[in-house]
C-alpha cells in the first residue's frame, strides 16, 4: 500500500537557507501541497505552491493556516536588519514560537527549526541566548518530532550584503581541513545543504527531540544561484 503523501509548511522562505528549502520541497513528490506563509507575493509560481500572505506580527488572528503534518521554520533576521535587540527578539523568537504553537494546535507532527551553532538559553551572547530559548520554548509543545538544526557559519547567496560573513567565509575555508572531531561542527555550511537535511529528517521514522549539527556533514561550497523548479 502505497505511503500516504503529506502536506508542508514553510516560514522564511524567501531567506537564504528557506529559499533553497523550498526550492527542494517542490521537487519532493511525497508532498502533496507546500504552504509558503510570506509577508509578500513572492512571484514563484508551481502547481503544488500555495502562498499566504500575512502579517507575521499577527499570526494569532490568521484562522486560514492549513492544517498540515509538517512544519519548515526558516525564519530569522539579524540585530543589525531588525534594528534593535527587541525587533530581533521578536522574530527570531516570538514570531517562531507562535507558529510553533498555532500549526502544534492545527495538529502538525513534525517541527523542523533552523536555530544557530551557540544556542543556549543561559549564554552570555545575546544572539545565542535568544536561539536557545526559542529551542527550549518549541521544546515545550510536545511536537512528536522536534528536529532542531543548528548550522555554524552559513555560506551561499545571500540577498543582502553582510560584512561579517564576507570576511569570514575565505577564512573559514581555509581552516576548514584543519577542523575536524569536535571542530567539525564549526566548519562553514552551505544553506543548500542545511535544506537537504531538513527534508531528510522530516521523514526518519523518530520520537521526541533531535538536534543536528549539518556543519559537521556538509560542505562549505555548493549552488552558487538558485535552482529551477
Same mark, same amino acid.
Request: aromatic residues 6%.
Given at each position: 500500500?502505497?505511503?500516504?503523501?503529506?502536506?508542508?509548511?514553510? !516560514?522564511?522562505?524567501?531567506?537564504?537557507?528557506?529559499?533553497?528549502?523550498?526550492?527542494?520541497?517542490?521537487?519532493?513528490?511525497?508532498?502533496?501541497?507546500?504552504?509558503?506563509?510570506?509577508?509578500?507575493?513572492?512571484?514563484?509560481?508551481?502547481?503544488?505552491?500555495?502562498?499566504?500572505?500575512?502579517?507575521?506580527?499577527?499570526?494569532?488572528?490568521?484562522?486560514?493556516?492549513? !492544517?498540515?503534518?509538517?512544519?519548515?521554520?526558516?525564519?530569522?533576521?539579524?540585530?543589525?536588519?531588525?534594528?534593535?535587540?527587541?525587533?530581533?527578539?521578536?522574530?527570531?523568537?516570538?514570531?517562531?514560537?507562535?507558529?510553533?504553537?498555532?500549526?502544534?494546535?492545527?495538529?502538525?507532527?513534525?517541527?523542523?527549526?533552523?536555530?544557530?551553532?551557540?544556542?543556549?538559553?543561559?549564554?552570555?551572547?545575546?544572539?545565542?541566548?535568544?536561539?536557545?530559548?526559542?529551542?527550549?520554548?518549541?521544546?515545550?509543545?510536545?511536537?512528536?518530532?522536534?528536529?532542531?538544526?543548528?548550522?555554524?557559519?552559513?555560506?551561499?547567496?545571500?540577498?543582502?550584503?553582510?560584512?561579517?560573513?564576507?570576511?569570514?567565509?575565505?577564512? !573559514?575555508?581555509?581552516?576548514?581541513?584543519?577542523?575536524?572531531?569536535?571542530?567539525?561542527?564549526?566548519?562553514?555550511?552551505?544553506?543548500?545543504?542545511? !535544506?537537504?537535511?531538513?527534508?531528510?529528517?522530516?521523514?526518519?521514522?523518530?520520537?521526541?527531540?533531535?538536534?543536528?549539527?549539518?556543519?559537521?556533514?556538509?560542505?562549505?561550497?555548493?549552488?552558487?544561484?538558485?535552482?529551477?523548479?
Amino acid at each position: 500500500m502505497a505511503r500516504q503523501a503529506r502536506n508542508a509548511l514553510i !516560514a522564511g522562505a524567501s531567506g537564504l537557507v528557506g529559499s533553497f528549502c523550498l526550492q527542494r520541497l517542490l521537487r519532493d513528490e511525497r508532498y502533496n501541497n507546500i504552504h509558503s506563509l510570506v509577508r509578500r507575493p513572492s512571484g514563484i509560481t508551481h502547481p503544488r505552491l500555495i502562498e499566504h500572505v500575512l502579517d507575521f506580527g499577527s499570526l494569532e488572528k490568521e484562522s486560514t493556516l492549513p !492544517a498540515v503534518d509538517d512544519v519548515y521554520c526558516c525564519l530569522g533576521t539579524t540585530i543589525s536588519k531588525a534594528g534593535s535587540r527587541e525587533a530581533f527578539e521578536k522574530v527570531d523568537h516570538d514570531y517562531v514560537l507562535k507558529l510553533a504553537q498555532i500549526t502544534r494546535l492545527g495538529g502538525a507532527q513534525r517541527f523542523l527549526l533552523v536555530s544557530s551553532l551557540g544556542a543556549d538559553p543561559v549564554s552570555g551572547v545575546f544572539y545565542n541566548r535568544v536561539k536557545g530559548a526559542t529551542e527550549l520554548d518549541i521544546q515545550q509543545l510536545d511536537f512528536p518530532a522536534l528536529h532542531i538544526f543548528r548550522p555554524s557559519l552559513l555560506t551561499g547567496p545571500r540577498k543582502e550584503f553582510r560584512l561579517g560573513e564576507r570576511l569570514a567565509i575565505p577564512v !573559514a575555508s581555509l581552516l576548514r581541513p584543519l577542523m575536524r572531531g569536535g571542530l567539525a561542527r564549526y566548519r562553514a555550511v552551505h544553506a543548500d545543504h542545511v !535544506a537537504e537535511c531538513m527534508i531528510e529528517a522530516a521523514f526518519v521514522d523518530m520520537v521526541g527531540v533531535e538536534i543536528h549539527y549539518p556543519s559537521e556533514t556538509g560542505s562549505g561550497s555548493g549552488p552558487t544561484s538558485l535552482d529551477s523548479f
